[in-house]
């Protein structure tokens, strides 16, 4: 894996200078090898003493923000982008400044939220904030302000698209937020706790009943009586309750959206079971922030060179007649063996667990291909955020 995975290349693209770039993807590249985000195990897989390995990390944090270079990762063509808050749990980290109780009231822990973009049914992160219970107590801000925070940076970039969330934020201080920003959104309700009420235009509150297999559409309805919205519930065979989306997009584009959103999660969870994201922990909270930044740099490499070796490996046979491009190219579709494989393994799974029986020439010529995706994916006009 080593000697195919050129990290420096990629990060040259990322960093401008070159020191920056050089050290990043020494580190990118134990992250790899290690396949965690733990320090001392990337120090380990780093060339030299592990002490001296350690120290080159931190003074890699303390001279430069990953953060800032996450944004060049935000794609031009994506049709929307993903919130995605994720807990990351401390149990015995009693006295790191950033680390609070998590929803339940009893574990340790903090959230990072990521910002992303679809790649393939997996999703390009170019954004994140992190919070805990002790960092909005000691700020005297709210989960909500933390979720602002985060939208900020993509307030520039966001155009028409739409920003796609889950259930915690479905509550009317961010929609009031949204639409006086003009920002488009596709929501799932949050019907558990407090559902919110919808009123039409009449005044006359919208009951929110559906059968198993309907799918019903209230257009132009007003959530608490403050923002108006289209709203659609679904309930499909095989789930055990019905889903209702709330989005500013004509109905069924919203639903299309979520369900595109929800297909998605599969990226996160491959940070967390094969590079660890959980197990992450630095004493201050902006080291620990550029850490996270430098992971969701070195997975976006990662996931776009596996997904490449995982068509090469398990994709439909193409010949030099038949130019095809990566986007429309359908797994295995000559070879049904192939395609299951395909649908079984993500790239970064085939990237990370797997040999791939690959030819020198066919690897550089993989190499190459993404490289040049890489480029013109970073080479876009982005306003850097902190």
């Known amino acids: 894996m080593d000697k195919f995975i050129k990290i420096q290349r990629f990060m040259q693209q990322l960093f401008d200078e070159e020191r920056q770039a050089k050290r990043a993807a020494e580190i990118g590249q134990a992250i790899l090898a290690a396949q965690s985000i733990r ?31 996450l944004w060049r990762l935000f794609q031009e063509e994506a049709d929307f982008v993903i919130g995605d808050p994720t807990e ?13 109780k998590l929803k339940d009231g009893k574990r340790r822990g903090f959230w990072a939220m990521v910002l992303a973009t679809p790649y393939r049914g997996r999703a390009i992160p170019c954004g994140l904030v992190t919070y805990s219970s002790r960092t909005i107590a000691e700020n005297g801000d709210s989960r909500n302000l933390n979720h602002f925070r985060a939208f900020e940076g993509l ?12 259930r ?37 509150e919208v009951t929110l009943t559906i059968a198993p297999g309907e799918t019903v559409i ?33 109905a069924k584009e919203g639903l299309r959206i979520y369900f595109a959103r929800m297909k998605i999660e599969e990226s996160f969870r491959d940070l967390k079971s094969l590079l660890d994201m959980t ?44 130019p095809v491009l990566e986007k429309d190219r359908l797994p295995g ?40 995706a890489f480029i013109a994916l970073v080479q876009h006009p982005v306003r850097t955020h902190v």
């Open 279 to 322: 197990k992450l922990m630095n004493k201050q909270q902006t080291y620990m922030e550029k850490m996270l930044a430098l992971l969701l740099l070195v997975y976006a490499i990662a996931l776009m060179l596996g997904e490449a070796i995982r068509d090469h490996l398990y994709g439909e046979v193409l010949t030099e007649n038949e």
């Open 39 to 69: 320090l001392t195990d990337i120090a380990a897989k780093m060339p030299g003493n592990r002490e001296a390995s350690y120290k080159r990390i931190q003074r890699f944090l303390k001279v430069t923000d990953p953060r800032e270079n």
């Open 168 to 204: 915690e934020f479905s509550y009317l201080e961010l929609l009031l937020r949204l639409e006086k920003e003009r920002l488009h959104f596709v929501i799932r309700l949050n019907l558990r706790n407090h559902p919110p009420k919808f009123y039409d235009q009449d005044g006359k």
């Open 333 to 372: 579709s000559l070879n049904k063996k192939k395609g299951k494989k395909w649908r079984r393994y993500s790239g970064l799974f085939i990237l990370l667990k797997q040999k791939w029986p690959i030819s020198k020439t066919d690897r550089r010529a993989i190499f190459d291909d993404v490289f040049a």
């Open 155 to 166: 307030k520039d970039l966001l155009g028409e698209r739409a920003l796609v969330l889950d």
């Open 218 to 250: 209230h257009p132009g309805v007003w959530y608490m009586g403050k923002v108006r919205v289209n709203l659609i519930g679904t309930w499909k065979k095989g789930f055990s309750e019905a889903m209702w989306v709330m989005t500013d997009l004509e």
């Open 88 to 100: 990351i749990e401390r149990p015995q980290a009693w006295k790191t400044p950033y680390v609070g």
